[in-house]
């Protein structure tokens, strides 16, 4: 069969890699692709954005499955268009992809089909969110409603950071249209985990734990970014907490949606919070996590081509996914400056040395091939994910892998897994 994947992340990487794998994958295309992508499919030169070009490129060349990677296409309804085509995709419909587009559509499902998250109020005038800022006082989270490349989000600890970016986002319009409307919640404590299910529009089936560090700075501290690391599983994921997530939150929502009109096919994506026995919505999203999917893919030893067609064609159904047990961890290597301006164009050296080790892969991100050289092209730039016999000695093979690749002014955290080796410690 033949595969188009939209996207040119490191996520879309690891899902190239994997479905490469599958021996029931005769041609696999990725528009537009990066340096990586391109040792394992055949890159178009398309942007995202340039969906009529990607329709029409595949009405000359038809596909048995597109599968789209980043939220961007999902929220303006490119599956809707394709599905009108008469071709599979894996992904949901517009309407459903608003889980992500909208943090107001959010939180309001969630009200209305009694899933937790945080108190939250909507705004679209500056005076009154800054008046109800001051009457709440701080810790608060301040949020963009709709995409904003996983940056949004603003943890605040003082009134006046929260005044900031309330400044920030709908004055200084940082992140555009996003910014239209802000939501501001209360903060919540406790440990995030990320939870992901395949769903088919009605069944369920669960992917292993996994957890994201979206902090720039060691420790969780510093600027939101779009991850900086990730490991799976996640040790708070239980399988007691793993049902009470299936049933207070994923259900809930996947058959609230189906009742509502616009059932919910592709992936979908929880951020929650954990505190004790509390179970809170984050966010959701509305595609694979990033850089979840590069540890999740990893583990992953079943063939993901016939989960993406279950998924698009209402069968997942009775099927299962097998995982490796070992522990994996993912490190991003991002270019300095990141999440904020950065210099593109700079030379990566190290790659071979990095891929001779047995277990490991490197998944490219921001990367493109120029002449003989391979350079940096956006933020994130490398994703270095090593299995483990424990989530110390992934983190340890990954971090050897990450020293051995070098351009400048590169940037990485060295603490990514820290909360998990504390846990093994522990035990």
């Not at 994947?5 to 879309?12: K, Q, Y």
Request: hydrophobic share 45%; with cysteine.
């Amino acid at each position: 069969m033949k595969i188009l994947l939209i996207g040119s992340g490191g996520r879309e990487h690891a899902l190239a890699w994997k479905m490469a794998q599958s021996p029931l994958v005769s041609k696999l295309y990725c528009t537009p692709g990066n340096a990586g992508i391109a040792a394992v499919a055949e890159r178009l030169s398309f942007a995202v954005e340039e969906e009529e070009a990607i329709l029409h490129w595949l009405q000359a060349h038809p596909v048995d499955l597109v599968v789209i990677g980043p939220e961007g296409p999902l929220v303006s309804g490119l599956s809707d268009r394709l599905r009108q085509l008469g071709v599979a995709v894996f992904a949901p419909s517009q309407a459903a992809a608003a889980i992500e587009g909208s943090k107001v559509f959010m939180k309001d499902l969630c009200a209305r089909h009694g899933v937790a998250t945080a108190d939250y109020q909507v705004f679209q005038e500056v005076s009154a969110a800054l008046a109800y800022l001051r009457k709440q006082g701080a810790p608060i989270v301040v949020k963009a409603s709709g995409l904003a490349a996983g940056k949004g989000a603003i943890v605040c600890q003082t009134l006046q950071e929260a005044e900031d970016a309330v400044q920030r986002i709908m004055v200084a319009k940082e992140f555009g249209a996003a910014g239209d409307h802000v939501v501001i919640e209360g903060f919540l404590r406790g440990e995030e985990l990320s939870f992901l299910a395949l769903v088919d529009g009605e069944y369920v089936l669960p992917l292993a734990g996994s957890q994201d560090h979206k902090a720039v700075g060691e420790g969780d501290t510093g600027a939101n970014t779009g991850g900086m690391g990730a490991y799976s599983p996640a040790p708070v994921l239980t399988p007691a907490l793993e049902e009470r997530i299936l049933q207070e939150v994923i259900y809930p929502i996947v058959r609230g949606m189906a009742a509502e009109g616009y059932p919910y096919r592709g992936v979908l994506y929880a951020g929650l919070m954990i505190d004790g026995d509390a179970i809170q919505v984050l966010e959701f999203n509305a595609r694979f996590g990033d850089p979840e999917t590069q540890p999740l893919l990893l583990r992953m030893r079943s063939d993901l081509v016939p989960l993406l067609l279950a998924c698009a064609n209402g069968s997942l159904q009775g099927m299962q996914i097998a995982w490796d047990p070992r522990p994996a961890l993912c490190v991003c290597m991002v270019a300095g400056g990141y999440p904020g301006k950065y210099a593109k164009g700079q030379v990566i050296t190290g790659l071979p040395q990095s891929h001779q080790q047995s277990d490991l892969q490197v998944f490219h991100a921001g990367t493109e091939q120029q002449a003989d050289h391979i350079v940096t092209a956006g933020g994130r730039v490398l994703g270095v994910t090593a299995l483990g016999e424990s989530v110390a000695d992934a983190q340890k093979r990954a971090y050897a892998a990450v020293e051995s690749i070098h351009w400048q002014d590169l940037y990485y955290r060295r603490d990514i897994g820290y909360r998990a080796i504390a846990r093994e410690q522990q035990s």
